[in-house]
């Protein structure tokens, strides 16, 4: 059988997130497995599609 969530990262403001959005990131089976499980589980996918951009965020903080 095939599995698909509805998460989406087309209105995320991080650069990755778009790149994967856009199919330039290769994903295996844990981030997705992760996005249908949270569905599965009655989880807004926008909101961890949110969450997701603003860990991005923090983490590509550059500080001097």
Known sequence: PLFS???RFDGCQQQALLD???GYVKEGVGAGGLAWLTQLAGLDPQALAAACDQACG???KVEP
């Open 20 to 22: 994967y959005e856009c």
């Open 5 to 7: 969530s509805a998460l």
């Open 58 to 60: 923090q983490l590509l």
